[in-house]
Structures are given as structure tokens and as C-alpha cells.
């Protein structure tokens, strides 16, 4: 049974409630909702690319980047964990009866693989962060670590980050509540360079709008608009000339704006 490192990003999901749900309802009946439940999760993990490592009692493990990268298993991974809140909670069975805690996190991992059956084992604290995070996690709620929140964040949106303790480490974790999907993603720009210096580096919201690094942001104008104005006559020839040709189409079209 081979083993190697891998950057993986986990996905732990628990229901809340549960032993509540049993005492309500008839031992068949918890096993009918509970099998719902686990056909949702194999399904939407699988959508999403990621591996559905084990069931633990009431709890879901899977893991995005096994047996196969994708190069954005973090988004994939909290894509997938706010499908599974929407399935479960649009469901006509258990919409209202079961509740998800889940918790995210993106780290290195030994993948261990029976090339026989194709099942694998990952072990690593990136695991044992996972299961922590799901436990702090309030009923409905998604939290993730902070190594996937900053792989995702140009994806989506995080609520206020905040601290919490973890047995067996010295120093609290840093988690985010994960709020939903960007409805544009943010593209990364190459830093705008002036004079051989970096002056800002871009990032394109999706809005007509572009943000610096240092939180300025820039209004997108029409070149012909531009032209007019003296003061960018001589600055935008400038410009294009030390910047190249990638940075014609936005140079000539860009205003400061506090």
C-alpha cells in the first residue's frame, strides 16, 4: 500500500440533533432520513469532485484532491459543502428535521491507497483541524480554516473571522464562517508597475470597478472620455510604454478614486 503527500482540502459534515430525532421517531424511520441523507452527500461530493472518504455514525469525511488535483479542490470543497446545506434543507423528508454543522479545512495530508480496491486512508492534522472545525460549528452553519478561506476568497465570502480553542494546540484557530458564493469572482491582475516600482496591484470585481492592494479602487472609463482631460494626455502614452502591451486595454481606461 503506497504512500505519498498530498495537498487536500476536508470536508467534514455531522447532523445536529440526532439523537433527539431518534427518540421521536421509529428506529425505521431515522435509518430512512439517514439514508437520504448519505444519498445526498455521495452525490453532491461526487459533483464536486471530491472523494467520499467515510461515514463516522452521523458524520460525512470527504476529500477533494484524491486521487486527482484539480487545482481549486478548496472552492470545490466549499462549493459542494453549501450544495449539501441546499439539498438537505429543500428536501421535502428532511428539510426542517435534519441540520448540518460543517467544517473545512485545506492542508497537507499521507494518502495511503490499496491499489487493489481503490480505497485510500489520509492521516494528518489538516484531518484532525477538519473534524475540530465541524465540532465548533452552530447548527446550519459552515467553518473553515484558514489556508482553504484564502485559497477560496476570490470565490467567496467569508463572515468575521474569529478565534477558537482546539485541544491539543498551543495556539487558537483562526476560522471563517463561510457566507455563500461571490456572485462575480474576483480576477487577479498582474501588479500595475510605473517606473520600474509596483504601485498597486489590481483585482477585478466583476462590477466595473477594479480595487488596489491598499483598498483604492478605480473606476473603468471610456478611452475617448480620457483623452479630453489633459492631465492623462501625457500620462496614459507613459503608461503603456512601461507597462507592455497587457495593460494597454486597461491603462487607457483608468481613474483614481478614493
Known sequence: MPEERKLVTILFADVTGSTELGESLDPEDVRALMGRYYAHAQRVISQHGGTLEKFIGDAVMAVFGLPRAHGNDAERALAAALALREAIATNPLLGGRLLLRMGVNTGEVVATSDQASGDFLVTGDAVNVAARLQQAAGPDEIVVGGRTATAAQ?????????????????????????????????????????????????????????????????????QQALARHDSWRNFLPSLMRQTGSRWRQHAACLTAKR
Open 154 to 222: 476570490n470565490a467567496f465570502l467569508f463572515g468575521e473571522v474569529h478565534l477558537i480553542e482546539v485541544k491539543g494546540k498551543r495556539e487558537p484557530l483562526r476560522v471563517f464562517p463561510l457566507v455563500e458564493m461571490r456572485t462575480a469572482r474576483l480576477v487577479g491582475r498582474p501588479p500595475l508597475i510605473v517606473g520600474g516600482k509596483i504601485c498597486c496591484n489590481w483585482i477585478s470585481c466583476g462590477c466595473g470597478r477594479w480595487r488596489s492592494d491598499d483598498h483604492n479602487s478605480f473606476r473603468l472609463w471610456p
